[in-house]
């Protein structure tokens, strides 16, 4: 008998090298800088489960077809989700060697809290989809990877653009950017469901367009103050209902409703619509103590810096001729191949 189980393992052990390898190419690793660093294909595969959970969290992406049916509305084009998730998993294992090699050159390292932080956050992370993540090909270590590399991102970032940094960002030239892309809003907000959390009727739902009409009509004409009515909506809030006399933040002025947004003057009332809420929202002078110049800096400077940063990092990875790409790994490890369709999805009722 224990012949028979030896023989057993020694068969799996075997089928597990071949699936690894295709015709001869090791598909364990998806980058290597050298022979000294080896990016787990386990990052790349994580990486799309991640982007899938965000984008069905914002309803971009259902579980409930088939993910190479789908399609993703980025900068107000179509694309394939499948292809879109795969190219943005590339982009972040390029990224992970870039943040690598340049570490090395700036000498920057993970201090022990900062490794036992990241591991607890990667456990915790992992156990929640564990069944998903292992029936994906995607390891525990991959997961600590992944969180330990974003940790190094930030070092690196903050050593280059913080106020001690070697390229730091002015509070001058950090207000200009959120000038040109944040706004503060006032807002009142309803999503179509009921207290029982059915969806309302097609009459209900007319009805609630037209309080919100009457709603604007008057502030427009001077006769409430919105804020006031914002104000209301704040402190009677429900699950399904709610508003703000005050909300700044940045918006993608590549989406329809940030572009709508942007281009409102101060004092503007707008809408915005979907199958299932509506938002009469009201434009205001921009508070940057509300936008967090000085408690939340480093958010903001993220926010404006940290494309240009990735985009260097991936530039810095694909210009040395030390580094290697696996675009067999890539290619069997697409998304069409994955299944994430019993990832948890948080639920989110909020519009922003």
């Known amino acids: 008998m224990k012949l028979i189980k030896k023989a057993a393992a020694a068969v799996v052990a075997a089928s597990l090298a071949l699936s690894l390898s295709a015709c001869g190419t090791d598909v364990s690793w998806a980058a290597k800088i050298g022979n000294d660093v080896s990016v787990p294909i386990g990052m790349y595969i994580y990486t799309q489960a991640e982007n899938f959970r965000t984008y069905a969290q914002n309803g971009l992406l259902t579980t409930s077809s088939k993910l190479e049916e789908q399609t993703l509305k980025v900068s107000d084009s179509d694309k394939k989700a499948t292809e879109y998730l795969d190219s943005e998993a590339v982009k972040t294992v390029k990224a992970y060697t870039g943040a690598q090699m340049l570490a090395k050159e700036m000498k920057i390292e993970l201090t022990e809290d900062e ?47 913080g106020e001690e940094g070697t390229n730091p960002i002015s509070d001058k030239e950090l207000k200009k950017y959120i000038k040109d892309n944040y706004a503060t809003i006032s807002y009142i907000q309803q999503y179509y469901y009921k207290d029982d959390g059915t969806m309302m009727s097609a009459d209900e739902k007319a009805k609630v367009k037209k309080q919100y009409e009457k709603i604007k009509s008057q502030a427009e ?61 009201q434009r205001q002078k921009i508070d940057y103590e509300d936008a967090g110049i000085k408690t939340y800096r480093k958010t903001i400077l993220i926010s404006y810096k940290f494309d240009e940063f990735t985009k260097d990092l991936v530039k810095k990875a694909e210009s040395d001729k030390s580094v290697s790409f696996n675009q067999t790994a890539f290619d069997k490890f697409g998304s069409a191949t994955r299944d994430f369709s019993n990832l948890s999805i948080p639920t989110n009722y909020n519009y922003y």
Not at 135 to 145: C, F, Q, R, T, W
Not at 253 to 262: F, H, L, V
């Open 115 to 161: 490794i036992a932080s990241v591991e607890s956050s990667a456990k915790e992370k992992y156990d929640t989809d564990k069944e998903v993540f292992e029936k994906n090909g995607i390891a525990k270590s991959s997961v600590v990877e992944y969180y330990k590399n974003l940790a190094l991102q930030n070092d690196i970032f903050e050593a280059i653009y």
């Open 221 to 281: 004409s001077g006769k409430i103050k919105f804020a006031d009515k914002c104000k209301d909506f704040e402190k009677n809030a429900t699950n399904y209902k709610s508003g703000s006399t005050k909300y700044t933040t940045t918006w993608d002025k590549t989406s329809e409703d940030g572009k709508k947004i942007m281009e409102l003057k101060e004092g503007e009332l707008t809408f915005l619509e979907t199958d299932s809420a509506i938002v009469l929202l």
